[in-house]
């Protein structure tokens, strides 16, 4: 309590842009096709200056950086704001608000001094072209981008602690799409002028420093085209900077009108109209700004549509003795594996996505089971998405190379993810063997108290499994030869075209994979075993098919990637070809991950019904 006559929020409610029913839905449909276009152009825009070497440059390095912070500041609002169109519950925890402004203000900070970079960086291509590779090296451009995150995370913090120093109480009704600041300061019943104050100053420093920054370098670069005297020259100059100022001038114009102008002035209207323009409409328009009004973007997504597609990774399908090899097969083979691979990855993004949404949308899937499946979705999107869009990418270029720190990366989060998920599906195994054999107790064993850290548990057992492979993978000598007879960065593979003696290191990985494959299958063969038992007691032929139904969906996908897992590597080395086991890699990382949401939508009538319901109940009487 914080007084007599208040009681502490412990939570808000987001009012949205609009209470009325029927408007919901088609603003779902709207926001929905915004959020797509918008990750579709950004990821398209950086996978585009990955691929092209002519866009090698530091003008597409921050724009690819500029991409990803456009997908993330979007992205920390857009899921939440559709699942609410389709929810009567509006509801986001305390902690989760503060998270979400401060996630929020790290990435629009940081995209603030990331335009400020973009235009010094004009600035030098311009006034100072023959020293422009010279100054803007690759150490200056990443020191410039670490800059800018570094003020971006120092402006959060500063905002984010004085604003857990306030105190919400009476009213919790946030009257805008996400958790403002303004917003709060309004609902908070503690003396808010110092955060007032802090907000104005932090905002005015750091908005006023990089404009300056911005128009005094336009200043410089207007001279420096003047002083051209071909008219062909000052077009060709000045348009390098066409896409930039147009980003900057619809960036900055409406932070100015959001934040710098009086608070007499606020409606809460034209606020919701101005939030949804600068965190929704202007990261979907700048892929559109930079490639519509860019020659050289327009010309190098040319050049991929243009190409044919190869499907591989340094060595692909086929031998890896030549890179050449890849072009073995005919390009309308590669094309269709191209787009076969491109639909599995979509299906695994929607179907996984999909799940989470919908068991975050039904309050009747709101249970310990489904918490752990939508922590299962969330896995098999990331482990899919660690290998997929790199395969993709290198599939339309001649040239197949991950640096190695990137081959690093992309192992560690692979095993991450995978030994993750071993972990959680013996975990759903415990869940179902409660649920069963302790019904009346379910609800007080599988607390939310339980659940939180079971989850933690597997996340860290995954991680020190993942550091264990990872460092005594990363241990061993390359020299020889660095091509890899795979399409992602695998142990085998790995260790193949290591130069240094690898059977210690072949032990380790063995010992802990075992440990781990096996350690889990027992707490699923032992919790099935006591479930089998406990159906078996049950006299009704009903009650017994009830209670088996809902663990079979969970038991499909055990027999599936275990039995996988288990094939690919508890085997000896010289059980089967390299492309039989290249197949075997795609089916557990990109087929399994899309799945999962089949076989728990298909197999289970909670969440069939639980469809249903957000269907009839909720997207159609809102259509209508």
């Known amino acids: 309590m914080t007084g007599d006559n208040h009681t502490t929020v412990t939570k808000f409610i987001l009012g949205g842009l609009t209470d009325r029913v029927e408007l919901q839905v088609p603003l779902f449909v709207t926001f929905f096709l915004?959020?797509?276009?918008?990750?579709?152009?950004?990821?398209?825009?950086?996978?585009?200056?990955?691929?092209?070497?002519?866009?090698?440059?530091?003008?597409?390095?921050?724009?690819?950086?500029?991409?990803?912070?456009?997908v993330c500041y979007f992205s920390t609002i857009a899921p939440n704001m559709l699942a609410n169109f389709l929810v009567e519950s509006k509801a986001i925890s305390y902690g989760g608000c503060i998270t979400q402004y401060g996630f929020f203000v790290v990435f629009v900070t940081t995209e603030i001094f990331l335009l400020a970079v973009m235009a010094y960086d004009r600035y030098v291509a311009i006034c100072n072209p023959l020293l422009y590779t010279v100054t803007m090296t690759k150490r200056v451009c990443i020191t410039l981008v670490v800059g800018s995150y570094f003020w971006g995370l120092i402006n959060s913090l500063i905002n984010t602690s004085s604003l857990q120093r306030l105190s919400f109480c009476d009213s919790n009704v946030i009257n805008n799409i996400y958790c403002d600041l303004t917003s709060l300061l309004k609902l908070s019943c503690s003396d808010v002028s110092v955060n007032e104050r802090?907000?104005?100053?932090?905002?005015?420093?750091?908005?006023?420093?990089?404009?300056?920054?911005?128009?005094?370098?336009?200043?410089?670069?207007?001279?420096?085209?003047?002083?051209?005297?071909?008219?062909?020259?000052?077009r060709k100059a000045f348009a390098t900077c066409a896409s930039h100022l147009t980003a900057v001038t619809l960036f900055h114009g409406t932070i100015f009108f959001m934040y710098l102008r009086p608070s007499a002035s606020y409606s809460l209207d034209t606020d919701k109209i101005a939030s949804v323009f600068y965190t929704m409409v202007i990261p979907m328009l700048n892929p559109l700004i930079y490639s519509l009004r860019n020659r050289d973007v327009k010309c190098a997504v040319r050049k991929v549509l243009s190409r044919k597609a190869r499907f591989g990774m340094m060595g692909g399908w086929a031998d890896a003795s030549s890179m050449s090899v890849v072009e073995a097969y005919s390009p309308k083979l590669q094309n269709i594996l191209f787009v076969f691979f491109f639909a599995i990855y979509f299906c695994t993004l929607a179907g996984n996505v999909g799940m989470i949404l919908l068991i975050r949308v039904d309050s009747q899937l709101h249970s310990s089971m489904y918490f752990f499946l939508s922590n299962l979705s969330l896995l098999d999107v990331v482990y899919s998405s660690v290998i997929a869009p790199k395969a993709m990418v290198i599939s339309l270029v001649k040239s197949k190379d991950i640096s190695f720190p990137g081959c690093m990366v992309q192992f560690f989060l692979f095993s991450f993810c995978a030994n993750n998920e071993l972990c959680l599906l013996a975990v759903m195994a415990y869940d179902r063997f409660v649920a069963i054999c302790n019904p009346l107790l379910y609800n007080v064993i599988m607390s939310k108290r339980v659940c939180v850290p079971l989850l933690a548990g597997s996340y860290l057992c995954a991680c020190v499994n993942a550091i264990v492979h990872t460092c005594t993978v990363f241990s061993l000598s390359f020299g020889h030869s660095n091509v890899l007879d795979h399409f992602f960065c695998d142990i085998r593979p790995l260790q193949e075209i290591s130069c240094s003696d690898f059977r210690i290191n072949k032990l380790v990985h063995f010992i802990f994979a075992a440990?781990?494959?096996?350690?889990?299958?027992?707490?699923?063969?032992?919790?099935?075993?006591?479930?089998?038992?406990?159906?078996?007691r049950i006299r009704c032929t009903a009650g017994r098919h009830k209670a088996f139904s809902t663990c079979t969906s969970h038991l499909t996908v055990v027999i599936?990637?275990?039995?996988?897992?288990?094939?690919?590597?508890?085997?000896?080395?010289?059980?089967?070809?390299?492309?039989?086991?290249?197949?075997?890699?795609?089916?557990?990382?990109?087929?399994?991950?899309?799945?999962?949401?089949?076989?728990?939508?298909?197999?289970?009538?909670?969440?069939?019904?639980?469809?249903?319901?957000?269907?009839?109940?909720?997207?159609?009487?809102?259509?209508m």
């Open 560 to 623: 599936i990637l275990y039995g996988t897992l288990i094939f690919t590597y508890l085997r000896p080395s010289s059980g089967t070809s390299v492309d039989w086991e290249k197949m075997v890699a795609v089916f557990y990382t990109l087929v399994i991950p899309m799945l999962n949401p089949v076989i728990y939508s298909l197999r289970n009538k909670e969440v069939k019904n639980a469809l249903r319901r957000t269907i009839y109940q909720k997207i159609i009487p809102r259509c």
């Open 34 to 70: 915004i959020y797509l276009i918008t990750l579709l152009g950004n990821i398209g825009m950086i996978l585009v200056i990955q691929i092209n070497p002519q866009l090698h440059t530091p003008m597409y390095f921050f724009l690819s950086n500029l991409s990803f912070l456009d």
């Open 198 to 234: 802090l907000l104005f100053t932090c905002g005015s420093l750091f908005e006023m420093s990089t404009f300056l920054i911005i128009i005094i370098s336009y200043i410089l670069i207007v001279i420096a085209v003047l002083r051209i005297r071909s008219d062909q020259g000052r």
């Open 515 to 536: 440990i781990e494959t096996i350690g889990t299958i027992l707490i699923i063969l032992i919790s099935y075993i006591y479930i089998i038992f406990a159906i078996l």
